[in-house]
C-alpha cells in the first residue's frame, strides 16, 4: 500500500539538497523535511502513540507544518486538523468527537489548547508543543514501522477533516492514503509539475484545499511557499508576495481571485506576474466576469482551471481547463469532467440520470472517494452510496450540489440541491446554524435561511444568513443570542448572519416552516438587524466620526463590544467585508480613505485616528499593522 509520506521521502532521496519548503526568508530541503518528519514521528511513538491512532494539529502554518504533518503519518497516526481559530467550545467538541491520542499545538495556543483537552475529557489526550517535537540529538534516519496498533498496516486512513454538517455538528470525514496519493499523481502528472515549480500555499490545514498546495509540490520535487496568514487580507501585499516569491502555480478561491482584481495596480505583480503560469480555482462558484476580468490584468498568457471536489471525494474529481472564450450555454465557468479513475453522474428526483441539458444532483462515481464519516457522525442521507453505473454497482458519493451537462459533455454547477451553502468560500450548513440557535435555553423557535439581498444600494446583491427566531422571555436581547452564537460560531460565519425576532414563525398549509416566506421577508430586510440598505446620515463631523465607525464595526461583524485595540481581521472580518466597509466609510465619513489603511490600521483606535487625520487634514503613525 502506498503511503503519501513514503513517496514523498522517496523524492527526498533523489533530491536532497533542493529546497522543499520555504517561510519569511527560512527554508527546509527535502533531506531536512525528511529528518524533521521522521523524528516527529519517533518523538509521537515515544509518547505512546500507536498506529491508527488520531493526533490533533492546532496549529498557525509555519515551516513546521509540514515536519508535523509528514510526522504523523509516519508514526502510523491520522491527523485532525483543529482551527487555532475555533471557537472554545468548537475545539473542545473537536477533540471530544475525534478522541486523537495526542494534540499537537505552538506555544502561543498552549493554554487553550490545554483548556480544551481537560475540558473535553478524551481520556490519555495530552497537548504537546510542536516545537518540542523537532528535531534535537539521535535523528533517526529510517522510517518507523506500522505493523502494530489495531491501525494495522492494513489501515491506511489519512486524516478527518471536519466540515459542516446537518445533524448540528460538523461532519469529520476520513481520507485514506490510497486515495490521496491517487489525487496526487493524477494532479502532478495532469499539470505537468516539475522541480523548477514554486507552489502558493494560504489555506489552513483543517480546510482541505491546503492538501493540495502542500503535497502536489512535494511528490514532484517542487517548492511548497507559506504565505502569512493575514497576507490574503491585503490583496496588494499579497500579489507584491506572489511576484517575490516567484510563484509558477497560484491556488485560490474564486473570492480570493475577485480580491486580487480589486488591489492596486501600481504595487509589483499589480499589473503582471511573469512567473505565474497556472491558476487552479476552486472552493465556490466561478464566474465568467471573474475571469475575464483576470485575464485582462494579466494577460492571457498563463493557464485557468476550475477544479470540483467536496471533501467527501478527495480533494478534486472534476476539472476544467478554462478556454480564453466562454464555453457556450453556460452560466457559471463549468467544473468540467471528470479526473482519471472518476466518473460523474447527474440523477434526477428519481434516481434516473438525466438527460443533457437538464438539472439533477451531481453524483461523484469512484473507487477512489473517501473511507466515510468518522465514528460518531450519523451518515448525512447516505451520501456515501453505490450506484449502477455502465453495468455495474459503484462506489459514490451524492454531492448535494445541483448541476447539469453541457452539449459539449462539460459539467456546470447551478446551485445546492440541500440547505447546505457556499458564501465566500466558506461551506456553511443552515441546519447547524438553526440547531445552535435554537439550543439557547431562551429561543422557542429558529428557521435560518440564506437569500440574496441588496446590500448598501448593490445591484446584484450578496448572500446573507438570515436568523429568525422566537423567544417566550420578553426580555431575550438579540444582544444575548448574537453572544450565544458567536461561543458556537466561526467568526466569518457570524459576521455574515443577521437576526430577526419574530412573534411567530409562518407556517405552510402543511404546517412546515414557509423559508420562502422567510427569504422574501429577509430580501426585503423587513425587521432584520443590520438591514441590506440601511439608511444614510450625513457625512459624519470629527466630533462624531468615531461612534459612526463603531456602529458600523458593530453592523459588519456582528460583534456587541469593540475595544480599542480590537483587530478588524481577527474579529471575523474578511476581504469582501473590508471593501464594505470601505465603501461605508467614504459615503459617511471621508472620501479619502483607501482600502489599504484598512489593513495598515486594523485596530479601532488605529483606524480612528487615521479617520481623525484625514479629517484634520494631516497624517497618523501607523498602529498595529495587520499582518
Not at 534535537?136 to 486524516?159: I, K, N, V
Not at 520535487?221 to 497576507?231: L, N, S
Not at 483576470?294 to 478556454?323: C, Q
Not at 465603501?583 to 489599504?596: A, D, F, T, Y
Request: some cysteine; proline content about 5%.
Amino acid at each position: 500500500m502506498e503511503r503519501v509520506e513514503s513517496i514523498i521521502f522517496e523524492q527526498a532521496g533523489r533530491t536532497p539538497d533542493a529546497v522543499a519548503v520555504e517561510h519569511n526568508g527560512s527554508r527546509l530541503s527535502y533531506a531536512e523535511l525528511r529528518r524533521q518528519a521522521l523524528h516527529v514521528g519517533f518523538r509521537l511513538r515515544e509518547l505512546g502513540l500507536e498506529p491508527g491512532q488520531a493526533v490533533g494539529i492546532c496549529q498557525d502554518r509555519s515551516l513546521a507544518t509540514l515536519p508535523l504533518l509528514l510526522g504523523v503519518w509516519s508514526a502510523g497516526g491520522v491527523v485532525v486538523p483543529i482551527s487555532h481559530n475555533a471557537p472554545e467550545k468548537m475545539v473542545e467538541w473537536l477533540i471530544e468527537n475525534s478522541s486523537p491520542r495526542l494534540v499537537v499545538t505552538d506555544r502561543a495556543f498552549e493554554a487553550r489548547v490545554s483548556a480544551a483537552v481537560t475540558n473535553a475529557g478524551a481520556g490519555a489526550t495530552a497537548a504537546v508543543l510542536s516545537d518540542e517535537l523537532l528535531p534535537g540529538e539521535g535523528l533517526p534516519t529510517e522510517e518507523l514501522p506500522l505493523t502494530t496498533g489495531d491501525g494495522g498496516a492494513g489501515d491506511d486512513s489519512c486524516y478527518v477533516i471536519y466540515t459542516s454538517g446537518s445533524e448540528g455538528r460538523p461532519k469529520g470525514v476520513v481520507g485514506s492514503h490510497r486515495s490521496l496519493v491517487h489525487y496526487l499523481r493524477w494532479q502532478a502528472a495532469e499539470f505537468a509539475v516539475t522541480g523548477a515549480d514554486r507552489f502558493s500555499q494560504i489555506a489552513p490545514l483543517s480546510f482541505d484545499f491546503s492538501l493540495k498546495e502542500l503535497l502536489v509540490p512535494l511528490i514532484s520535487g517542487a517548492r511548497v511557499c507559506i504565505a502569512d496568514r493575514g497576507m490574503v487580507m491585503d490583496a496588494g501585499k499579497f500579489l507584491e508576495w506572489v511576484a517575490a516569491s516567484e510563484i509558477t502555480v497560484l491556488c485560490c478561491v474564486p473570492t480570493l481571485l475577485r480580491s486580487i482584481l480589486q488591489a492596486p495596480e501600481d504595487v509589483p505583480g499589480g499589473r503582471a506576474l511573469p512567473s505565474l503560469r497556472s491558476v487552479l480555482i476552486s472552493g465556490d462558484m466561478l464566474r465568467w466576469d471573474d475571469v475575464e476580468g483576470w485575464r485582462r490584468r494579466f494577460g492571457a498568457e498563463m493557464s485557468l482551471y476550475n477544479l470540483y471536489g467536496p471533501t467527501e471525494s478527495t480533494v478534486i474529481k472534476l476539472f476544467y481547463p478554462i478556454p480564453d472564450a466562454r464555453c457556450e450555454g453556460s452560466v457559471n465557468v463549468p467544473v468540467g469532467r471528470p479526473i482519471e479513475g472518476a466518473d460523474v453522474v447527474i440523477l434526477n428526483d428519481e434516481g434516473r440520470p438525466c438527460e443533457a441539458g437538464q438539472t439533477g444532483e451531481v453524483v461523484i462515481v469512484s473507487d477512489w472517494i473517501a473511507r466515510g464519516y468518522a465514528a460518531g457522525s450519523r451518515l448525512n442521507g447516505g451520501s456515501f452510496c453505490e450506484v449502477s453505473h455502465e453495468g455495474e454497482r459503484r462506489r459514490a458519493y451524492r454531492t448535494g450540489d445541483l448541476g447539469r451537462r453541457l452539449t459539449g459533455g462539460e459539467v456546470e454547477l447551478t446551485g445546492r440541491k440541500d440547505r447546505q451553502v457556499k458564501i465566500r468560500g466558506y461551506r456553511i450548513e443552515l441546519d447547524e446554524v438553526e440547531s445552535i440557535l435554537s439550543e439557547h435555553p431562551g429561543v422557542k423557535d429558529a428557521a435560518v435561511v440564506a437569500p440574496r439581498v441588496a446590500e448598501h444600494g448593490g445591484a446584484d446583491g450578496v448572500p446573507v444568513i438570515a436568523c429568525f427566531y422566537t423567544a417566550e422571555d420578553a426580555g431575550l436581547t438579540e444582544q444575548e443570542i448574537k453572544g450565544f452564537a458567536r461561543e458556537r460560531l466561526l467568526p466569518q460565519v457570524l459576521s455574515l448572519a443577521r437576526f430577526a425576532r419574530l412573534d411567530a414563525l409562518p407556517l405552510t398549509t402543511n404546517g412546515k416552516v414557509d423559508r420562502l416566506l422567510l427569504e422574501s421577508m429577509a430580501g426585503a430586510a423587513e425587521g432584520l438587524a443590520a438591514p441590506a440598505a440601511p439608511e444614510r446620515e450625513p457625512r459624519a463631523e470629527p466630533a462624531n466620526y468615531r461612534s459612526r465607525v463603531l456602529a458600523m464595526w458593530e453592523e459588519l461583524l456582528s460583534v456587541e463590544t469593540i475595544e480599542p485595540e480590537a483587530n478588524f481581521f481577527e474579529l471575523g472580518g474578511d476581504s469582501m467585508t473590508a471593501i464594505r466597509l470601505l465603501r461605508r466609510l467614504r459615503e459617511e465619513v471621508h472620501p479619502g480613505i483607501k482600502l489599504g489603511d484598512l489593513y495598515a490600521y486594523p485596530s479601532f483606535a488605529g483606524l480612528s485616528e487615521r479617520l481623525g487625520q484625514l479629517l484634520e487634514g494631516g497624517q497618523v503613525e501607523n498602529k498595529g499593522a495587520h499582518v
